[in-house]
């Protein structure tokens, strides 16, 4: 039976509610207040909510906010491989949603921010599993090279999925060009594919993924 392998960063949301960002130097009263399980265990959840088994291949923390992911996954169902991280607390990101709905985010990046050859090592790929990619680990020095090493290993009809997120400018280009040729699928918004292409309009980034990309892969 395939399986979802996640390779991203599951990390706790600081979700906080408010009118509008106060100035640089100010203050801000906020309406509401919650911790979540976030980052890839949403893409996760979603995937064992519609009958996918799924395991996540990263790392968790000693801490509160590894509890709080630690969690989450089993609440969904989600296999976690490896031990917890003794040395970090799983990261956290602070999740500020204004009034019209815009969002701001600030990051701080825990035991999730580093994967070994080591750790990856003793995950037993089949043919049919897809793995998930996410951006955000290939800015990770800790993580990126060793994934990349570990997905370049895998034989090609182990699905390969690049979510590349709003920092995709921030990958060192070496990185990505050594990640697409083992693409089956991209899947982005439109500002991340027009940011990626150096395009104005999705009619000028297509064609431009497109050339970058696998010929048989599914560009979303």
């Not at 997905?151 to 090609?156: A, F, I, Y």
């Not at 993924?209 to 892969?217: E, F, I, N, S, V």
Request: net charge negative; charged share 15%.
């Amino acid at each position: 039976m395939p399986r979802l392998l996640h390779t991203g960063q599951v990390i706790i949301d600081l979700v906080m509610a408010l009118d509008t960002l106060p100035r640089p130097g100010g203050d801000a009263l906020a309406s509401s207040a919650s911790f979540h399980a976030g980052g890839g265990f949403n893409v996760m959840a979603a995937a064992r909510r519609n009958g996918l088994n799924t395991l996540y291949l990263g790392r968790h923390g000693h801490g509160q906010f590894g509890d709080i992911a630690r969690l989450a996954m089993r609440d969904e169902g989600i296999e976690f491989i490896q031990p917890i991280d003794p040395h970090k607390d799983t990261g956290l990101c602070v999740a500020l949603t204004e009034a019209n709905a815009e969002r701001t985010f600030i990051s701080c990046i825990g035991a999730e921010g580093i994967l070994s050859n080591e750790d990856l090592a003793s995950v037993q790929v089949a043919p049919d599993d897809y793995v998930y990619v996410s951006g955000y680990s290939l800015l990770h020095a800790g993580k990126a090279e060793s994934l990349l090493n570990w997905l370049n290993g895998l034989p090609r009809s182990v699905h390969v999925t690049f979510d590349p997120g709003p920092l995709v400018h921030s990958i060192d280009p070496a990185l990505i060009s050594a990640l697409l040729p083992r693409l089956h699928l991209w899947t982005s918004n439109r500002s991340e594919a027009l940011g990626f292409t150096s395009t104005r309009t999705v009619a000028d980034a297509l064609p431009g993924l497109r050339a970058r990309l696998p010929g048989d892969c599914l560009i979303v």
